[in-house]
Structures are given as C-alpha cells and as structure tokens.
C-alpha cells in the first residue's frame, strides 16, 4: 500500500514537470504569427497604433475621402499574413467619409478620352507648343511628360477604355477620370531596345511606354493605363511582335483595333471593310488571344457617319471564317465624351480629345480642360453606385443597373 502510494506521488510529479515544461517551451518560443501581418481595414487608428508600436514598425496615417465610415481604416500598405521586420514602414488610410457636395461629386459628368499619335524625344520642334507636326498629332516627349502631370495635379486618375465603355469608373472620391488612347501603333509608342539575358524585351525610356513607366513609378496612385490602337504593321518591329503585345497586356495596357491599312472607310467596298477590320482582330487573335478590346478606333475617324453602309461592317463581320463584335468605335475627336451613366451617352460613336497645343483655342488641351471644369465627372469613390446632384438626375440613364444615389 504504502510503495504503491509512493508510485502515484512520483507519477503526479512527473506529470507536473512535463507540463511545466511544455507551458515554459510554449512560453519562450516566439510566436510565429506575431511576425505576420494582420488585417486592420476596419479596426480604429488607436489599434493601428499599437499593433505598430508593438512590432516596432513605422507607422504612417494619411486620410482618404471614401464611402467608408469616417475615421475607419479602410486600406494598409503591406498584405496580410506577409511577414513583417522591425523598421518597417506601416502606411494606412483612413477614411474622411464623403461630404458630397464639398467634394462636387457628379457622376453624369464628361469624361476627356485623349488622342495621341506618336511621341517624339527631341527638343527643337518648330511648330506651337509641344506640337511635332502642324497638326499636333506628334508630340515632344517633353510635352507628354507635361500633359501627365497635368492631368495628375488637376485631379484626374486614369482608367482603362474597355472599363470606361463597360460602365465601371473606379477612381477615389473627388477626383475624376482620365483615357489615353494612341493611334497608328507607331514605333516611338513603345520602342524595343534589344532583349535581356532572360529573353526580356528593352524598352527605350523615351518612347510612349517609357514616359508612361516612369509615372507609374512617379504616382502608383494615378493607375497608369493606356489602349493602343494598331494596324497591320503592329508595333514596326515584328521580330518583336509577340513580345510586346504580351508585355503590354501583361502590365496593364490595352491594344485595340484601327484597321489593317488605315483605310478610308467613305472609299472601300463592303468586302473590303470587312477585311480591314477582321484581318486586325485576326491578327491580334494569334497573339494574344482574349486578351485585346474589340473597340475600333476609327481611321481618318472615318467613315464620319454612322448611317454610312460600312459602318455595320466595322461593329460585326466574318473574315475568314471568324465572326467578329466591336463594342465601341472612337472618333478622331475634339471634345470630352459623356458620361457613360449619362442619356447621351453612345459607346458605338464616341468622341476624343486631340492632345495638342494651340494657345488655348480650337479645342486644344487647354480649351478642353476648361471647359471640363464647368461640368467634369467626379466620382463618388464608389464604381457600384451613381451619385449625382439632385437636379441632374434626370440626365442619368441606367442602363448599367447600378443603384442611383442623389444629393
Ligand atoms: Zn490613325
């Protein structure tokens, strides 16, 4: 009785020791999840700061207007669940909420959709402003840097044409929507250098591309994005064909359709506009399929008039045994295009900007823009609803079945 006694005592105290020391090895190993990220949307700012200060990272606070609640955490710089180090630099953005009418927010505002043809890296153009031709059709890259950092400091944020066209403008509250298109897919639009020991295409800073880099580095928050409109010739470097139609999709630019030869579509047959379109998008099916927007920039803007026969030929078509849909055509335009929530608006004809100077008159840059600040679209932070003021309501159509929001 008494050794069995004795059993039990040491097997207790056993039993003890090994939690002890499994409570002490849990204790002083370090947690593996107190080095990863958490998620702070929706948690206050005075969480954010300790979670900051006890892991020693440097804490950043900047506000943003947004639909959310005033004065939650609606965004953070580093992923949940990636691991964080001491030093680190924690970025968070809290919401202001939304006063609609200090921020002007007007969703049936016009949208500018700017043209641009070639972008030319020299300083000694003869002709006005950063104009490279007498038309303003070319330009120095000097002016294109100038144009972008217009359009940043005055409020506009890029968005791609394809979404433009689909309804859905996704630009922070207060500020306004911006399209870049270029036509002709000349060499200078994005300029290949030579290849990379990886295989990688080189692309010269200069070209279009390049100045559209750098400010994405420049303003991560401008959400660069462009549509280039091609013909046959691609891009004028075809043993670089498939390269760069890939490296554009794959960061984030569009490649459109502007017919096989650049042709006058008031002078073609039927037969032969068909062609023109279909061979383009055929083309463009061989490298990168699925990936291109089937929007037609029209040539010479021709063929001018929607009632023209081959305009039916230029929206749908067969060529070679594949059938073809355009969604929207764009115009060799003058002015800002409404807003795709508006009763006016008609995504099959839409108007363009021509980016070029002229002093401020013919509908230059400067025109346009000023005229825009009388009745500019400016969002409401939200791509899921539409808000306007109350007295613009009727000018809004809801053919985007998106719910209607007025102030
Ligand atoms: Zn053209």
Not at 156 to 172: A, H, K
């Amino acid at each position: 009785m008494k050794r069995k006694l004795n059993v039990n005592r040491v097997l207790i105290a056993l039993i003890i020791l090994v939690v002890l020391i499994v409570l002490i090895v849990y204790l002083l190993t370090p947690n593996k999840k107190d080095n990863l990220m958490i998620d702070l949307t929706n948690k206050t700012v005075d969480e954010a700061k300790e979670f900051a200060s006890s892991h020693n990272l440097n804490l950043e606070i900047k506000e943003k207007y947004s639909p959310a609640l005033k004065d939650t955490i609606i965004e953070q710089n580093i992923e949940v669940d990636k691991e964080i180090n001491e030093g680190d630099n924690l970025v968070i953005y809290v919401s202001l909420g939304i006063n609609y009418e200090e921020l002007k927010v007007d969703e049936s505002g016009d949208v500018p959709i700017m043209m641009y043809h070639g972008i030319h890296n020299i300083t000694d153009n003869k002709y006005t402003g950063g104009n490279v031709d007498v038309d303003g059709y070319q330009r120095t890259k000097e002016a294109f840097e100038k144009d972008l950092e217009f359009y940043y400091k005055s409020g506009y944020r890029m968005i791609r044409l394809e979404d433009y066209v689909n309804g859905i403008i996704d630009v922070e509250a207060g500020l306004s929507p911006i399209i870049i298109t270029f036509d002709d897919g000349l060499e200078n639009n994005i300029k290949v250098t030579g290849l990379d020991e990886d295989g990688n295409i080189i692309i010269d800073p200069n070209c279009a591309i390049g100045v559209l880099e750098s400010f994405k580095k420049k303003y991560p928050d401008f959400n660069v994005t462009a549509t280039f409109f091609v013909n046959g010739g691609l891009f004028q470097q075809s043993e670089y064909n498939e390269k760069i139609l890939n490296w554009l999709v794959d960061n984030g630019y569009d490649i459109g359709n502007h017919s096989y030869s650049h042709a006058d579509f008031t002078s073609i047959s039927k037969e032969q506009a068909v062609q023109e379109i279909g061979s383009v998008y055929n083309l463009l099916d061989k490298y990168i399929p699925s990936k291109y927007v089937n929007i037609v920039a029209l040539p010479f803007g021709s063929p001018y008039d929607k009632d023209h026969d081959n305009f039916n030929s230029i929206l749908k078509g067969s060529y070679n045994g594949k059938e073809y849909q355009t969604i929207a055509t764009l115009r060799v335009g003058w002015e800002a295009e409404s807003s795709p929530f508006s009763n006016d608006f008609d995504k099959t004809f839409l108007k363009r900007i021509r980016a070029y100077d002229n002093n401020g008159v013919e509908f230059d840059i400067e025109m346009n823009f000023k005229i825009l600040e009388n009745n500019r679209y400016i969002s409401d932070g939200d791509k899921n609803t539409i808000t306007v003021p109350k007295d613009k309501e009727n000018e809004i159509s809801n053919s985007y079945k998106l719910p209607i929001k007025t102030y």
